[in-house]
């Protein structure tokens, strides 16, 4: 019995070992579980079109042909998305019978769903944007349209209103088609937009959903785009992600779009074009995750002016126990740059002051010029100087100064020079009345 309790507990332990070390294989196995690969390191050969860009600060990092012309692929979807959202966020629970009108010539994946089916406008949304189901597109075409023609007016019309000048669709689910186009610096206007929309950025988002269609009970299908869902391959999951789209067609290979957010920093990653290895690496997910980590790894907000900076020390006068003050920044202000920079590496600074000099009694905060922050060579930012101590004044010193300066006032001067005169004239008018006055008494003498 002794034996059979160790051996339980053994097992136990052992199973405990083996759960803990699989859990931690499988960590270390995720896109941020290791060391950020320079850009440099990153191979952006395997992708036709690429796009990384952080959003608060309007920042590219890096982009590859986003000017060319290609095929949108399933990026199509975010545009059917934002129109079919925003067209049906207040009917989610609207029930929709499908026709054979809206799912007639209808290829790629398609879960079964046939003419007849009674679904909700929210079981649809997720079918299309969470599950990749084309069918379901369709039926929203025509749900929000009256057809797929009309619908497919309603996107080129979107994007033009979205500054989109270089795209135009011809389908709705976005398989191969010669007269469609867009560029990555369009699709980086449609995510940006779409970002905006929290209906479209859940549902794109979600890891799976769960519906009653096709009369079965919790029916769950997963999402397609293996940044954000986990059903099919765990490989490529980066738990920052949030959507957009994913996708490929054999003649255009693979491509993904998405935001990644850490509640500090955002990045919409955009990758087009990308290839498929022998050994079944998807460079879609693998480029993303790679210029993601890149992204976290090498930038964010730098210090570039600091509070606690001795720029200069301004002579003081009218001060007996001081005779400089020290000046600083009024603020410290950091700002979004490689992380690699620092003053004197890539960040340099500028000053200027009002005065060569000031007068007791200064106070502390008191401006007395700007700062200027440079990174190679570009501004970006200017704050006031001012003192870091306070100077008091010095009384014996401010009352010499009081009389010097009286005593170089022009009335003064000539208010002295007139007294002298007067005292002069006086002084001589009076000898010569004593001397008129000795010369008639000794003239009486005689």
Request: overall charge negative.
């Amino acid at each position: 019995m002794i034996f059979k309790n160790i051996f339980r507990r053994g097992s136990a332990l052992l199973l405990t070992a083996a759960l803990l070390i699989s859990l931690l294989l499988t960590l270390l196995a995720l896109p941020f579980g290791g060391a950020a690969k320079s850009i440099e390191e990153i191979n952006t050969d395997n992708a036709e079109a690429i796009y990384i860009y952080n959003i608060e600060n309007d920042r590219i990092l890096y982009e590859k042909n986003a000017d060319v012309r290609i095929q949108p692929v399933s990026t199509v979807k975010i545009m059917v998305g934002l129109i079919a959202t925003e067209a049906l966020s207040g009917k989610l629970d609207e029930l929709i019978t499908i026709t054979p009108q809206m799912i007639d010539g209808v290829v790629g994946q398609h879960y079964n769903i046939v003419a007849g089916h009674v679904l909700s406008a929210r079981d649809l949304l997720y079918l299309a944007f969470c599950g990749g189901c084309h069918r379901s597109i369709n039926v929203l075409a025509h749900v929000i349209s009256g057809n797929v023609p009309n619908f497919i007016s309603l996107m080129n019309a979107k994007a033009a209103e979205l500054g989109m000048t270089d795209t135009l669709y011809t389908n709705v689910t976005g398989m191969h088609s010669e007269g469609m186009y867009t560029t990555v610096n369009d699709i980086v206007k449609l995510c940006l937009e779409a970002s905006k929309n929290p209906l479209l950025m859940q549902i794109t988002t979600a890891d799976a959903h769960e519906t009653e269609m096709l009369g079965e009970k919790n029916f769950v299908f997963e999402n397609r785009n293996y940044l954000v869902g986990t059903g099919y391959t765990a490989k490529y999951f980066n738990k920052l992600c949030h959507g957009l789209a994913a996708g490929s067609t054999s003649e255009s290979g693979y491509c993904v779009a998405t935001i990644a957010d850490d509640g500090n920093l955002s990045y919409l990653c955009v990758v087009m074009g990308a290839s498929e290895d022998e050994d079944g690496t998807l460079h879609s997910y693998a480029l993303a995750n790679d210029l993601i980590k890149w992204a976290y790894s090498d930038w964010g907000y730098v210090e570039v002016i600091s509070s606690q900076m001795s720029v200069c020390e301004i002579p003081v006068t009218m001060s007996l126990d001081i005779d400089s003050v020290l000046v600083i920044p009024s603020q410290t202000v950091s700002i979004y740059l490689p992380k690699s920079s620092a003053i004197g590496n890539g960040i340099t600074h500028s000053y200027s002051l009002n005065a060569e000099e000031l007068q007791a009694p200064v106070s502390e905060g008191a401006h007395v010029g700007i700062i200027t922050a440079y990174y190679e060579g570009k501004e970006l930012v200017t704050v006031d100087l001012v003192t870091k101590t306070s100077v008091a004044q010095s009384e014996v010193l401010y009352s010499l100064m009081k009389i010097r300066e009286i005593s170089q006032n022009r009335i003064f001067k000539s208010s002295v020079i007139f007294a002298i005169i007067f005292i002069l004239l006086y002084i001589v008018v009076k000898a010569f009345i004593r001397g008129y006055a000795n010369n008639n008494r000794y003239r009486r003498l005689k």
